[in-house]
């Protein structure tokens, strides 16, 4: 059944409007018919078109910032995949590196994916190893020993 978006004030000698979509429906009718047609939200709750467009807005920012945040994600893990290749197949760190990933994230260095969060102790440790700079590891990539 169609809904109720928001509704526009009496005017001039109409009715107040509401704007109704839904179910292939999309337009405005008057209070009366809006409430004898029995749609919802009831005719006093409904938004403001300013309200609405404002709600919008605001859900379409918060769409596209999550949005981002999944390409950033993808970036980070292509960057970490990237910057690890600088050790060896046979290094420890990019073996470890390999099982934490498929661990931790539930998918392969440079496998396609659709969405995927990168936690940021995994790009922080990781990130560090690829530079040389966390002690677990040497600067060829082996572990580093135990003292």
């Known amino acids: 059944m169609p809904k109720g978006k928001f509704s526009q004030p009496a005017f001039g000698g109409f009715e107040a409007m509401a704007y109704v979509a839904g179910d292939g429906v999309t337009e405005f009718i008057t209070k009366s018919a809006y409430r004898a047609r029995g749609y919802m939200p009831p005719f006093e709750e ?25 390409a950033l994600a993808l970036h980070q893990l292509e960057f970490l ?26 998918v392969a260095p440079g496998a396609a994916t659709t969405s995927i969060a990168v936690p940021e102790d995994i790009w922080e440790y990781w990130l560090s190893v690829s530079r040389g700079t966390n002690d677990d590891y040497d600067e060829r990539g082996n572990r580093a020993a135990e003292e």
């Open 46 to 70: 409904l938004p403001s078109q300013d309200e609405y467009e404002a709600a919008e807005d605001e859900r379409q920012d918060i769409e596209a910032d999550e949005a981002a945040n999944v």
């Open 81 to 106: 995949s990237i910057a690890m290749g600088r050790f060896g197949e046979n290094s420890d760190a990019r073996r470890d590196f390999i099982v934490d990933c498929g661990d931790r994230l539930n």
